[in-house]
């Protein structure tokens, strides 16, 4: 059964900082890379950030240097850091396995507000 639960979600003020969890199925998490992917209004869904069974990670250039993702496999956790927010960060932020067709299947999101 797939499961992924985003959360840590909110409003921050620009330059702010937020942290992002998602728990997800052990069935995907001890088979697949991770990612962190984001829809905003009107937008395409994106892949921001992967990370592989063993940690090492990759980013968009949209968010190098500015998001770092992370994962504790003890606890099918993968997590998103996000600092220097800018509004246009402002999205519903999703993980999911990379490629996200790998599951098929997306969870509920969390949703980040970057406002003043």
């Known amino acids: 059964q797939v499961q992924l639960v985003e959360s840590g979600g909110g409003l921050v003020q620009p330059g702010g900082s937020l942290r992002l969890s998602c728990a997800a199925s052990?069935?995907?998490?001890?088979?697949?890379?991770m990612g962190w992917y984001r829809q905003a209004t009107g937008k395409q869904r994106e892949l921001l950030a992967s990370?592989?069974?063993?940690?090492?990670?990759n980013y968009a250039d949209s968010v190098k240097s500015r998001f770092t993702i992370s994962r504790d496999n003890a606890k099918n956790t993968v997590y998103l850091q996000m600092n220097s927010l800018k509004p246009e960060d402002t999205a519903v932020y999703y993980c999911?396995?990379?490629?996200?067709?790998?599951?098929?299947?997306w969870g509920q999101g969390t949703q980040v507000t970057v406002s003043s």
């Open positions: 999911n396995a990379n490629p996200w067709t790998a599951t098929g299947y």
């Open positions: 052990r069935s995907i998490f001890s088979i697949y890379a």
């Open positions: 990370i592989t069974k063993s940690g090492m990670p």
